[in-house]
C-alpha cells in the first residue's frame, strides 16, 4: 500500500495522524504543501478547492482530513 500524507508543519491534524501512523508502524511519505507548489494544486483539486490538510493519497484515492477512525478504517487498522 503506497501511503502519501499531505500536510503542514503547523497543522495539529497532522501531526496527530503522523504519531497514528508511527504508533501502527505504517510506512507514509509526508509533503508539505507549503513547499510545493504542485503539492498544494493537487490537494486544492481534491478539495474543492481548499488547502485542507492532511490530505491523503492511499493508493490513488484522496481523503480529505479524515479523522483517526476513519483513517484506520480506509487504511484496515483496528484500533
Not at 5 to 14: A, E, F, I
Not at 15 to 33: P, Y
Not at 36 to 52: C, P, Q, T
Request: proline share 4%.
Amino acid at each position: 500500500m503506497a501511503i502519501r500524507m499531505y500536510s503542514t508543519q503547523w497543522c495539529s491534524d497532522c501531526w496527530r495522524a503522523k504519531k497514528f501512523l508511527r504508533e501502527q508502524g505504517i510506512e507514509f511519505t509526508e509533503i508539505d504543501i507549503e513547499n510545493d507548489d504542485r503539492a498544494a494544486e493537487l490537494v486544492m483539486h481534491h478539495n474543492d478547492g481548499k488547502r485542507r490538510v492532511p490530505t491523503f493519497d492511499v493508493d490513488g484515492e484522496f481523503y480529505g482530513n479524515p479523522n483517526i477512525p476513519e483513517l484506520a478504517r480506509i487504511l484496515g487498522v483496528a484500533i
